[in-house]
C-alpha cells in the first residue's frame, strides 16, 4: 500500500468506556504514532462504547484520533461490539478499513501487508472452535462446508475458512456483503447456544466464519507477523514463528499496571517489545498528550509535528522534547540486559528454579532447543541443548566430564578451547539483544570462568540444596556411594562460591516448599528484574510436593557424619540464602552419629531392591499377561475343539445317512434288475411262439410287397372316381 492509498485508509478499535480497554486504545494509538511508518499519520478512529471518560478522551484526542460513541451491540458478547466500527458512516469515505482489537500495538509499518482489494485476515492461533463443529453449524444452516485448505498458525490444524478477527483488513466496498450475515449469525448463535455448545464464547469468529462463506469475497491470508500472539507460549510454536519479525503485536493480558509490556520469549518480539517500552519510558503523561500536536478529530486528520521548522519522519510523530530524549544529545543510554547463569550441583533443584525465573520473563531459548523430560525429571529441565553441548565439550576437551571435574586454565583462546569460545560467542550474539535471558546447566558450576570472560556482567543464580539430599539423589539416579560423591558436591560449591558476591544469588530449593513466592522475588530484585504478583503466582504454581524426593532440614545434618568442613561451607551458603535459615545445626551433635556412606549404601541398596521389585513386578505382570493371553487362548481353543467335535458328529451323522442311502438305493437297483429279468424271460417267451413267427414274416411281407402295391393301385382308383 502506497502513501498515497494510505490516505484513503480508515484504522479503528472498539473499547469498552472502561479503565483497561480504553488505556489499551490509547496504547495502541500510541504505537501507530511511533512506528506505523507510512501509515503513522494515517487517521484513526476510537469507538467508545456507550460513553467514555473525559481523560482518555482527551489524551485520544490529542493523538489525534476521533472518537465515536456506539450502542452496545450484543449485551451477551462484549466481543462483537466490533461490529459497530464497520458501520460507521465515516467508514463510506474509505477505500480501507483496518480493524484492531485494543489489546494490539502497532510494532512496524504495516502497510505491505494491506490492500484495497482483498479482505485480508490471519488464520486462528488454534481451534478455538473445532473443524467438526464448524462444519455442523454449516449444515445446520444450509451452507456447503469448504474443503480443510488453511491452517491454523500455532498448531498446524486443518481447517476451513477460520480466522482470528483481531486484526481485520477490508475492502469497504466488501463490508455490505460481509456484515450483516455476520451480525445475522451472531445473533443466531446468541438466540441459540446449543448451536456451538462448548464453543460459544467464540461465537464471534465462527459467525465471521459463516458470513464469508456464504458469500465469499476475495480474499488474502495475512501472515502470522499481523496479528503476533504473545500469550501461547506454552505451545510448541513453528519455525515460522520462531523467526517472524511481528508487525502487529497481540499481547491480550501481558502487560503490566504502568503500562509496559511483558517480555516475549521470541526474540524479534521481544526487541520489538522493548522499542515500544522505551519509547513509552521517554514519554512523560504530560508530554503524552501532546503526541500528534494541534489536530482536528472531527475531520480525522492529523499534523506531523515539527521542531526547529525540520519535518520529522512519519513514524517519529512525538513531542519535540521526547524525539530530543530518543534521539538527540540527552538520549539516555541503553540499559545494560540482564544476563543470568543457573548454576548449582546436579539434583539441588536448579531445573525447578530455572522454569519459575523462565516464567518471570527470563529467555531460556526456543522450545525446539530445551531438553526433553525424563523419567528422572518428568517436568522437564528447562536446559537449551546448545549450552549443555558447548558445557560437555569444554569439560571433554579439559580432559574431564560433570562428576570428574578438570582442572580449568588461565586462557579459553587456544587451539580446540578457542573454537569453543567462538561458538559461544556466536550463542550469545544470539541472545545478546534480549533485555533478559540466560540458561540452566548444573556443569555452569565447573564453567563458569569461562562464561564470565565471555560475559563480564553475568549474574549466578546458585541453586543449594541439603548435601545429605544431594548425595541420596544421586544415588538413587546410579551414582556409587562412595566418597567422591561428597567432595564431587564441595568442589561444584566452592567453585560457585568463587563468584564475587555482588554477581551472585544462592537461593535454597528447600525455601520454596514454605515460602515460594517470598523466596523467588528475593531472586529477582537481587537479579534486577522486576515482576508482577500474578507473575509471580503463576510461576510458583509449578512447585509440588511431589517433586521434593527427599525432606531433609538442616538440622538433620547432625545426626549424620558427613565431613565437617563440608557441612561448614554448606552452612557459610545457607547464610547467603535468605532468611529463613534461622538455626544452624551443630558441627558436632549430642549422642552417636550415623555414617553418611551407610545411609548411601542403604539408599543404593533399596534403590536396588526397589528396580527388583519393579522389575518383578514388571515380569509378575507380564507372566499375568501372558497367562490371560494363554487363558483366553485356551478358551480359544476349547471353543474350537467343541466346533470340531460339533463337525465331527455332523460328518458322522451326514456319513450315517449316506450309508443308509446308499443301501436303499442297491436294494432298489436289484429289485429293478429283477423285474427286468423277469420281463426279458417274458418277452423271450413271447417271441418263441409260432404265432410271433408268423407275424414277424407277415410284417417282412407287408412291408415289402402289400405296402407299395397298395400305393400303387390307390391313384388309380382316384381317377376312376373322377
Same mark, same amino acid.
Given at each position: 500500500?502506497?502513501?498515497?492509498?494510505?490516505?484513503?485508509?480508515?484504522?479503528?478499535?472498539?473499547?469498552?468506556?472502561?479503565?483497561?480497554?480504553?488505556?489499551?486504545?490509547?496504547?495502541?494509538?500510541?504505537?501507530?504514532?511511533?512506528?506505523?511508518?507510512?501509515?503513522?499519520?494515517?487517521?484513526?478512529?476510537?469507538?467508545?462504547?456507550?460513553?467514555?471518560?473525559? +481523560?482518555?478522551?482527551?489524551?485520544?484526542?490529542?493523538?489525534?484520533?476521533?472518537?465515536?460513541?456506539?450502542?452496545?451491540?450484543?449485551?451477551?458478547?462484549?466481543?462483537?461490539?466490533?461490529?459497530?466500527?464497520?458501520?460507521?458512516?465515516?467508514?463510506?469515505?474509505?477505500?480501507?478499513?483496518?480493524?484492531?482489537?485494543?489489546?494490539?500495538?502497532?510494532?512496524?509499518?504495516?502497510?505491505?501487508?494491506?490492500?484495497?482489494?482483498?479482505?485480508?485476515?490471519?488464520?486462528?492461533?488454534?481451534?478455538?472452535?473445532?473443524?467438526?463443529?464448524?462444519?455442523?453449524?454449516?449444515?445446520?444452516?444450509?451452507?456447503?462446508?469448504?474443503?480443510?485448505?488453511?491452517?491454523?498458525?500455532?498448531?498446524?490444524?486443518?481447517?476451513?475458512?477460520?480466522?482470528?478477527?483481531?486484526?481485520?483488513?477490508?475492502?469497504?466496498?466488501?463490508?455490505?456483503?460481509?456484515?450483516?450475515?455476520?451480525?445475522?449469525?451472531?445473533?443466531?448463535?446468541?438466540?441459540?447456544?446449543?448451536?456451538?455448545?462448548?464453543?460459544?464464547?467464540?461465537?464471534?469468529?465462527?459467525?465471521?466464519?459463516?458470513?464469508?462463506?456464504?458469500?465469499?469475497?476475495?480474499?488474502?491470508?495475512?501472515?502470522?507477523?499481523?496479528?503476533?500472539?504473545?500469550?501461547?507460549?506454552?505451545?510448541?510454536?513453528?519455525?515460522?514463528?520462531?523467526?517472524?519479525?511481528?508487525?502487529?503485536?497481540?499481547?491480550?493480558?501481558?502487560?503490566?499496571?504502568?503500562?509496559?509490556?511483558?517480555?516475549?520469549?521470541?526474540?524479534?518480539?521481544?526487541?520489538?517489545?522493548?522499542?515500544?517500552?522505551?519509547?513509552?519510558?521517554?514519554?512523560?503523561?504530560?508530554?503524552?498528550?501532546?503526541?500528534?500536536?494541534?489536530?482536528?478529530?472531527?475531520?480525522?486528520?492529523?499534523?506531523?509535528?515539527?521542531?526547529?521548522?525540520?519535518?520529522?519522519?512519519?513514524?517519529?510523530?512525538?513531542?519535540?522534547?521526547?524525539?530530543?530524549?530518543?534521539?538527540?544529545?540527552?538520549?539516555?543510554?541503553?540499559?545494560?540486559?540482564?544476563?543470568?547463569?543457573?548454576?548449582?550441583?546436579?539434583?539441588?533443584?536448579?531445573?525447578?528454579?530455572?522454569?519459575?525465573?523462565?516464567?518471570?520473563?527470563?529467555?531460556?531459548?526456543?522450545?525446539?532447543?530445551?531438553?526433553?523430560?525424563?523419567?528422572?525429571?518428568?517436568?522437564?529441565?528447562?536446559?537449551?541443548?546448545?549450552?549443555?553441548?558447548?558445557?560437555?565439550?569444554?569439560?571433554?576437551?579439559?580432559?574431564?566430564?560433570?562428576?570428574?571435574?578438570?582442572?580449568?586454565?588461565?586462557?579459553?583462546?587456544?587451539?580446540?578451547?578457542?573454537?569453543?569460545?567462538?561458538?559461544?560467542?556466536?550463542?550469545?550474539?544470539?541472545?545478546?539483544?534480549?533485555?533478559?535471558?540466560?540458561?540452566?546447566?548444573?556443569?555452569?558450576?565447573?564453567?563458569?570462568?569461562?562464561?564470565?570472560?565471555?560475559?563480564?556482567?553475568?549474574?549466578?543464580?546458585?541453586?543449594?540444596?541439603?548435601?545429605?539430599?544431594?548425595?541420596?539423589?544421586?544415588?538413587?539416579?546410579?551414582?556409587?556411594?562412595?566418597?567422591?560423591?561428597?567432595?564431587?558436591?564441595?568442589?561444584?560449591?566452592?567453585?560457585?562460591?568463587?563468584?564475587?558476591?555482588?554477581?551472585?544469588?544462592?537461593?535454597?530449593?528447600?525455601?520454596?516448599?514454605?515460602?515460594?513466592?517470598?523466596?523467588?522475588?528475593?531472586?529477582?530484585?537481587?537479579?534486577?528484574?522486576?515482576?508482577?504478583?500474578?507473575?509471580?503466582?503463576?510461576?510458583?504454581?509449578?512447585?509440588?510436593?511431589?517433586?521434593?524426593?527427599?525432606?531433609?532440614?538442616?538440622?538433620?545434618?547432625?545426626?549424620?557424619?558427613?565431613?565437617?568442613?563440608?557441612?561448614?561451607?554448606?552452612?557459610?551458603?545457607?547464610?547467603?540464602?535468605?532468611?529463613?535459615?534461622?538455626?544452624?545445626?551443630?558441627?558436632?551433635?549430642?549422642?552417636?552419629?550415623?555414617?553418611?556412606?551407610?545411609?548411601?549404601?542403604?539408599?543404593?541398596?533399596?534403590?536396588?531392591?526397589?528396580?527388583?521389585?519393579?522389575?518383578?513386578?514388571?515380569?509378575?505382570?507380564?507372566?499375568?499377561?501372558?497367562?490371560?493371553?494363554?487363558?483366553?487362548?485356551?478358551?480359544?481353543?476349547?471353543?474350537?475343539?467343541?466346533?470340531?467335535?460339533?463337525?465331527?458328529?455332523?460328518?458322522?451323522?451326514?456319513?450315517?445317512?449316506?450309508?443308509?442311502?446308499?443301501?436303499?438305493?442297491?436294494?432298489?437297483?436289484?429289485?429293478?434288475?429283477?423285474?427286468?429279468?423277469?420281463?426279458?424271460?417274458?418277452?423271450?417267451?413271447?417271441?418263441?411262439?409260432?404265432?410271433?413267427?408268423?407275424?414277424?414274416?407277415?410284417?417282412?411281407?407287408?412291408?415289402?410287397?402289400?405296402?407299395? +402295391?397298395?400305393?400303387?393301385?390307390?391313384?388309380?382308383?382316384?381317377?376312376?372316381?373322377?
Amino acid at each position: 500500500m502506497s502513501s498515497e492509498m494510505s490516505e484513503k485508509l480508515l484504522i479503528g478499535c472498539v473499547a469498552e468506556n472502561d479503565e483497561k480497554y480504553l488505556s489499551q486504545a490509547v496504547r495502541l494509538v500510541r504505537s501507530l504514532r511511533w512506528f506505523g511508518g507510512l501509515l503513522g499519520a494515517a487517521d484513526f478512529v476510537v469507538c467508545a462504547v456507550e460513553g467514555i471518560e473525559r +481523560a482518555y478522551r482527551d489524551e485520544l484526542e490529542n493523538l489525534g484520533a476521533a472518537i465515536r460513541i456506539v450502542p452496545r451491540f450484543d449485551q451477551t458478547n462484549p466481543l462483537f461490539n466490533k461490529i459497530q466500527l464497520f458501520r460507521l458512516p465515516d467508514v463510506g469515505r474509505y477505500e480501507t478499513l483496518l480493524y484492531l482489537d485494543c489489546d494490539t500495538i502497532i510494532a512496524r509499518d504495516p502497510s505491505p501487508y494491506l490492500s484495497n482489494s482483498t479482505l485480508r485476515i490471519k488464520m486462528a492461533d488454534v481451534p478455538t472452535v473445532s473443524t467438526e463443529a464448524l462444519e455442523r453449524v454449516c449444515g445446520y444452516f444450509g451452507l456447503r462446508p469448504p474443503e480443510r485448505r488453511y491452517r491454523t498458525t500455532q498448531d498446524q490444524t486443518p481447517t476451513i475458512w477460520y480466522c482470528n478477527a483481531g486484526v481485520i483488513s477490508c475492502p469497504v466496498r466488501f463490508i455490505p456483503r460481509l456484515i450483516p450475515a455476520w451480525c445475522e449469525f451472531e445473533l443466531a448463535f446468541s438466540a441459540n447456544p446449543d448451536l456451538l455448545g462448548p464453543y460459544q464464547h467464540h461465537r464471534s469468529q465462527a459467525g465471521l466464519a459463516l458470513a464469508f462463506i456464504a458469500d465469499p469475497v476475495p480474499f488474502e491470508e495475512l501472515p502470522v507477523v499481523m496479528n503476533f500472539p504473545l500469550h501461547l507460549t506454552h505451545i510448541e510454536s513453528t519455525q515460522e514463528m520462531a523467526e517472524s519479525d511481528p508487525v502487529i503485536l497481540h499481547y491480550h493480558h501481558l502487560v503490566d499496571s504502568a503500562g509496559y509490556l511483558l517480555p516475549s520469549p521470541y526474540p524479534a518480539s521481544q526487541r520489538r517489545i522493548e522499542e515500544f517500552n522505551n519509547r513509552l519510558r521517554a514519554t512523560s503523561p504530560g508530554e503524552a498528550k501532546k503526541a500528534s500536536g494541534d489536530v482536528s478529530p472531527d475531520r480525522f486528520e492529523t499534523e506531523i509535528i515539527r521542531n526547529d521548522n525540520t519535518a520529522l519522519k512519519p513514524f517519529e510523530i512525538a513531542a519535540a522534547n521526547d524525539l530530543k530524549r530518543l534521539d538527540g544529545e540527552r538520549r539516555s543510554p541503553r540499559a545494560e540486559p540482564v544476563v543470568v547463569c543457573i548454576a548449582g550441583m546436579h539434583r539441588s533443584g536448579t531445573s525447578m528454579i530455572a522454569r519459575m525465573i523462565q516464567s518471570c520473563g527470563v529467555y531460556l531459548g526456543p522450545e525446539r532447543e530445551l531438553a526433553e523430560p525424563f523419567p528422572d525429571n518428568e517436568n522437564g529441565f528447562w536446559e537449551n541443548r546448545e549450552f549443555v553441548k558447548l558445557n560437555e565439550a569444554l569439560l571433554r576437551e579439559l580432559g574431564g566430564s560433570w562428576d570428574t571435574p578438570p582442572r580449568l586454565p588461565d586462557s579459553f583462546n587456544t587451539g580446540k578451547l578457542g573454537q569453543l569460545r567462538g561458538r559461544a560467542q556466536e550463542l550469545i550474539d544470539r541472545l545478546g539483544p534480549l533485555k533478559q535471558w540466560g540458561w540452566k546447566d548444573p556443569r555452569n558450576s565447573l564453567t563458569l570462568p569461562f562464561w564470565r570472560q565471555l560475559i563480564p556482567n553475568l549474574k549466578v543464580v546458585i541453586c543449594l540444596r541439603n548435601p545429605l539430599a544431594v548425595l541420596q539423589s544421586l544415588v538413587r539416579r546410579g551414582s556409587p556411594p562412595d566418597e567422591s560423591l561428597v567432595e564431587l558436591w564441595l568442589t561444584y560449591n566452592k567453585a560457585l562460591m568463587a563468584i564475587p558476591p555482588e554477581d551472585r544469588v544462592i537461593t535454597h530449593y528447600a525455601v520454596y516448599f514454605h515460602t515460594p513466592q517470598q523466596e523467588l522475588r528475593r531472586v529477582l530484585e537481587l537479579l534486577g528484574l522486576s515482576a508482577s504478583d500474578d507473575t509471580i503466582e503463576r510461576a510458583c504454581s509449578v512447585v509440588s510436593w511431589d517433586l521434593r524426593h527427599q525432606r531433609l532440614a538442616n538440622e538433620e545434618l547432625r545426626a549424620v557424619e558427613i565431613p565437617d568442613h563440608v557441612v561448614k561451607h554448606y552452612l557459610e551458603m545457607c547464610s547467603e540464602a535468605g532468611r529463613f535459615f534461622q538455626e544452624r545445626p551443630a558441627a558436632v551433635a549430642d549422642g552417636p552419629r550415623r555414617n553418611y556412606l551407610d545411609i548411601l549404601r542403604l539408599i543404593r541398596l533399596e534403590t536396588e531392591i526397589e528396580a527388583r521389585e519393579k522389575l518383578l513386578q514388571a515380569r509378575e505382570e507380564e507372566i499375568a499377561s501372558l497367562q490371560t493371553k494363554l487363558e483366553t487362548q485356551t478358551t480359544e481353543s476349547e471353543k474350537a475343539v467343541k466346533l470340531l467335535q460339533a463337525g465331527e458328529e455332523e460328518i458322522a451323522s451326514l456319513q450315517t445317512q449316506l450309508e443308509t442311502q446308499t443301501t436303499e438305493s442297491e436294494r432298489e437297483i436289484q429289485a429293478l434288475q429283477t423285474r427286468v429279468t423277469e420281463k426279458q424271460a417274458e418277452l423271450d417267451k413271447i417271441t418263441n411262439t409260432l404265432g410271433w413267427r408268423l407275424l414277424s414274416r407277415y410284417g417282412r411281407i407287408k412291408h415289402r410287397f402289400l405296402i407299395p +402295391a397298395y400305393r400303387f393301385l390307390r391313384p388309380n382308383a382316384s381317377d376312376g372316381k373322377r
